[in-house]
């Protein structure tokens, strides 16, 4: 059984950083697209980040981001601890949403980080950023 935990999430004001780590269970993130998701109050989920870690023979390594968090935003994985994370920096008001962590079933990234790709999600953890 895949789980996916979330934690890092809290209450900032703007300018400020937060760092969101996702540690997965029954799930090995290599060779897989893996990303992250927010959702705002009355708003639809966006995709924020993905990430996919190949070797030179699997398509090599894909990077994508929302272009509303490039420059800021930073996604990253640690194969060793079974950990993605999001570095956020420089955070607005607007980035103020219940932050998902999501893992395909296989596979590689699309540009448009779309939800209906991801298989596994975590339960979220709350970003609210104040002016």
């Known amino acids: 059984q895949v789980q996916l935990v979330e934690s890092g999430g809290g209450s900032v004001q703007a300018g400020g950083s937060l760092r969101l780590s996702c540690v997965a269970y029954?799930?090995?993130?290599?060779?897989?697209?893996t990303g992250w998701f927010r959702q705002a109050l009355g708003k639809e989920r966006e995709g924020v980040a993905a990430?996919?870690?190949?070797?030179?023979?699997?398509?090599?390594?894909?990077?994508y981001y929302a272009d509303s968090v490039k420059g800021r935003f930073t996604i990253s994985q640690d194969n060793a601890k079974n950990t993605l994370s999001l570095q956020m920096n420089s955070l607005e008001p607007e980035d103020t949403a219940m932050y998902y962590c999501a893992a395909r079933r296989g596979g590689y990234c699309s540009r448009d980080i779309s939800a209906s790709d991801f298989a596994y999600w975590g339960q979220g953890t709350q970003v609210t950023v104040s002016s």
């Open positions: 990430l996919y870690i190949g070797g030179i023979y699997t398509g090599g390594s894909r990077i």
């Open positions: 029954g799930y090995t993130y290599s060779y897989s697209c």
